[in-house]
């Protein structure tokens, strides 16, 4: 007996049942709770939403680890189930109704469990399937997909992703080097708590970036994808490096089903959410921000699943949102270009910090200058926030004692960065490690520092990802990294600002500064330090902003 047979067969005894879920209108759409078998005998839990007539269908899911019966997810798929398809979600295992051990993401991947794959030829052997399977989702959703597409089931056709991933160690557990452990300890709701507890101990016995990560890193495999997949950025979240990474991976290096056939939307957006709506943060972009996700997603489906000529693949390969001032008529910017591919031309252009506060594209030329500030881990300034607060004014935060701004001066003309944004930082501490956090605001002529972007970077991992190197107090060390990616035309009359710190708890948890072991739970005595930015002719600290002239 085959895979997919024995699969098939697999399924038989657990027949749907009647989900326990509160009574929902969902236009007639048959709603069905299924425990799906993988390889090793583990049942996935699953709502699967199919036409009551008709078929077979298409089949389109998504995996997730959270909750999966909300009255909007419902509907969703029982809206995708009224265009001709098979619409499922399924919970990841050890999670909500899954059976399994919950180890994060790696029962996703390529070794000896290979759920996703599973999933996909499940649903290809179904007798309401056609054999075509396409999946979407965001953020876990999307790394999903990019673990999936690593695999290559026979009958995955397409993908559709939104604010996605493809480094668990980079974009997940690790980010810039600084560890989330007080994030990661509230997650007990969505699995088993004791599963949870030994994979946060399971991370921390990993603290660079080993073989552990490496196979949980779709970057070290893109060559394996292998089908066409839309995607889906926001410039208002650090994941976009995921989301545009994915593309350039796929489209440039993937398989021959994949290279060329990829398609980017880069727009002024927060992370997660659809539809990609215009009101974000404190900001009301135009109409012409908005995405209709669930509009296009189904032409994307239609197109690829179905054999529907309407035209979405003969579509630019990438488009993005060039962000403007908002309130401002006549403001440039706020509108949507195309490109063949990702990055487009722009002139790498240092913005250099100065003595006093000031940023410009002018050389420090004194001998000696610095700005120094306190770090103290147990009195951290406050970013009293769960998610990026992009698009919101930041002024709370940069007028905290221990947080240092550097601006320009209102602007002549407008300029616009497109692209990728770098620190190039020299600094020094008196404690052995510390973490320094940049952030890219648009600053208005009534004084709203509008944040754009930010970023962090754990000192101890100055050098690579692969090994820890401590400071030697008062040595002055070059500490480069990305901040992140953007496309924005900075007004005539505004300015723009770099801010500097080393703490902003509690969206960024704190670094204990002791130079041990990055702990699960934060000390009792941590350190306190001065931590000093070089700004000067040999030592000057700069942003790398795209310029597109």
């Given at each position: 007996?085959?895979f997919l047979r024995l699969l098939a067969f697999l399924a038989l005894p657990l027949a749907a049942f009647a989900a326990d879920l509160p009574p929902l209108d969902l236009g007639g759409v048959?709603?069905?709770?299924?425990?799906?078998?993988?390889?090793?005998?583990?049942?996935?839990?699953?709502?699967?939403?199919?036409?009551?007539?008709?078929?077979?269908?298409?089949?389109?899911?998504?995996?997730?680890?959270?909750?999966?019966?909300?009255?909007?997810?419902?509907?969703?798929?029982?809206?995708?189930?009224?265009?001709?398809?098979?619409?499922?979600?399924?919970?990841?295992?050890?999670?909500?109704?899954?059976?399994?051990?919950?180890?994060?993401?790696?029962?996703?991947?390529?070794?000896?469990?290979?759920?996703?794959?599973?999933?996909?030829?499940?649903?290809?052997?179904?007798?309401?399937?056609?054999?075509?399977?396409?999946?979407?989702?965001?953020?876990?959703?999307?790394?999903?997909?990019?673990?999936?597409?690593?695999?290559?089931?026979?009958?995955?056709?397409?993908?559709?992703?939104?604010?996605?991933?493809?480094?668990?160690?980079?974009?997940?557990?690790?980010?810039?080097?600084?560890?989330?452990?007080?994030?990661?300890?509230?997650?007990?709701?969505?699995?088993?708590?004791?599963?949870?507890?030994?994979?946060?101990?399971?991370?921390?016995?990993?603290?660079?970036?080993?073989?552990?990560?490496?196979?949980?890193?779709?970057?070290?495999?893109?060559?394996?994808?292998?089908?066409?997949?839309?995607?889906?950025?926001?410039?208002?979240?650090?994941?976009?490096?995921?989301?545009?990474?994915?593309?350039?991976?796929?489209?440039?290096?993937?398989?021959?089903?994949?290279?060329?056939?990829?398609?980017?939307?880069?727009?002024?957006?927060?992370?997660?959410?659809?539809?990609?709506?215009?009101?974000?943060?404190?900001?009301?972009?135009?109409?012409?921000?908005?995405?209709?996700?669930?509009?296009?997603?189904?032409?994307?489906?239609?197109?690829?699943?179905?054999?529907?000529?309407?035209?979405?693949?003969?579509?630019?390969?990438?488009?993005?949102?060039?962000?403007?001032?908002?309130?401002?008529?006549?403001?440039?910017?706020?509108?949507?270009?195309?490109?063949?591919?990702?990055?487009?031309?722009a002139q790498p252009t240092p913005y250099y910090l100065h003595a006093g506060g000031g940023l410009n594209t002018s050389a420090p030329t004194a001998a000696t200058s610095v700005t120094t500030y306190t770090s103290d881990p147990a009195h951290?300034?406050?970013?009293?926030?769960?998610?990026?607060?992009?698009?919101?004014?930041?002024?709370?935060?940069?007028?905290?004692?221990?947080?240092?701004?550097?601006?320009?001066?209102?602007?002549?003309?407008?300029?616009?960065?497109?692209?990728?944004?770098?620190?190039?930082?020299?600094?020094?501490?008196?404690?052995?490690?510390?973490?320094?956090?940049?952030?890219?605001?648009?600053?208005?002529?009534?004084?709203?520092?509008?944040?754009?972007?930010?970023?962090?970077?754990?000192?101890?991992?100055?050098?690579?990802?692969?090994?820890?190197?401590?400071?030697?107090?008062?040595?002055?060390?070059?500490?480069?990294?990305?901040?992140?990616?953007?496309?924005?035309?900075?007004?005539?009359?505004?300015?723009?600002?770099?801010?500097?710190?080393?703490?902003?708890?509690?969206?960024?948890?704190?670094?204990?500064?002791?130079?041990?072991?990055?702990?699960?739970?934060?000390?009792?005595?941590?350190?306190?330090?001065?931590?000093?930015?070089?700004?000067?002719?040999?030592?000057?600290?700069?942003?790398?902003?795209?310029?597109?002239?």
């Amino acid at each position: 007996m085959n895979f997919l047979r024995l699969l098939a067969f697999l399924a038989l005894p657990l027949a749907a049942f009647a989900a326990d879920l509160p009574p929902l209108d969902l236009g007639g759409v048959r709603e069905e709770h299924l425990m799906i078998p993988m390889r090793d005998g583990t049942r996935l839990s699953a709502y699967v939403y199919r036409p009551r007539e008709g078929g077979p269908w298409p089949v389109v899911f998504e995996q997730r680890y959270a909750v999966i019966t909300g009255a909007a997810s419902r509907k969703e798929l029982a809206a995708l189930a009224a265009h001709g398809y098979v619409a499922a979600r399924v919970s990841f295992r050890g999670s909500q109704l899954s059976e399994g051990v919950w180890r994060g993401y790696r029962a996703l991947a390529w070794g000896e469990q290979q759920d996703g794959y599973d999933l996909v030829e499940w649903f290809a052997a179904q007798p309401w399937s056609n054999g075509k399977v396409g999946t979407f989702g965001g953020s876990q959703g999307g790394f999903a997909q990019n673990f999936l597409a690593v695999t290559q089931p026979p009958h995955l056709v397409c993908q559709y992703m939104t604010d996605t991933g493809l480094s668990l160690f980079h974009e997940g557990y690790r980010i810039g080097g600084a560890a989330k452990p007080e994030r990661f300890k509230k997650m007990d709701a969505a699995r088993n708590p004791a599963d949870n507890v030994a994979l946060l101990q399971e991370w921390f016995r990993h603290p660079t970036y080993d073989d552990y990560w490496r196979a949980e890193d779709c970057t070290l495999h893109i060559p394996k994808m292998n089908v066409p997949c839309f995607t889906i950025g926001s410039w208002y979240d650090f994941m976009s490096v995921g989301s545009i990474d994915s593309f350039v991976g796929r489209q440039h290096r993937g398989g021959p089903n994949s290279r060329g056939k990829q398609q980017l939307v880069l727009g002024p957006w927060l992370h997660g959410g659809l539809p990609k709506g215009n009101k974000i943060g404190e900001l009301e972009y135009p109409e012409n921000a908005r995405f209709d996700t669930a509009a296009h997603r189904l032409r994307w489906f239609d197109h690829h699943l179905k054999g529907v000529d309407n035209g979405v693949e003969r579509e630019p390969a990438v488009r993005y949102y060039v962000m403007g001032a908002v309130g401002e008529p006549g403001a440039p910017g706020n509108v949507w270009r195309t490109a063949a591919d990702w990055p487009v031309p722009a002139q790498p252009t240092p913005y250099y910090l100065h003595a006093g506060g000031g940023l410009n594209t002018s050389a420090p030329t004194a001998a000696t200058s610095v700005t120094t500030y306190t770090s103290d881990p147990a009195h951290p300034m406050e970013l009293p926030y769960a998610a990026f607060p992009g698009a919101r004014d930041a002024r709370a935060f940069e007028a905290q004692k221990d947080v240092r701004t550097f601006t320009t001066e209102p602007l002549t003309a407008p300029v616009e960065w497109t692209g990728k944004v770098r620190a190039e930082l020299y600094v020094a501490s008196t404690a052995r490690d510390t973490d320094f956090i940049v952030r890219i605001s648009d600053v208005y002529p009534d004084g709203r520092s509008i944040l754009i972007m930010d970023y962090v970077r754990r000192a101890r991992f100055r050098e690579g990802w692969d090994r820890e190197v401590l400071m030697e107090p008062g040595r002055v060390y070059r500490v480069s990294f990305d901040v992140g990616s953007l496309s924005q035309i900075f007004n005539r009359g505004h300015r723009i600002r770099v801010t500097i710190a080393s703490t902003g708890a509690p969206f960024y948890e704190r670094n204990p500064q002791d130079g041990g072991p990055i702990p699960i739970d934060f000390p009792a005595h941590p350190v306190v330090a001065t931590n000093t930015l070089h700004h000067e002719r040999m030592r000057a600290s700069h942003v790398i902003a795209p310029v597109v002239r």
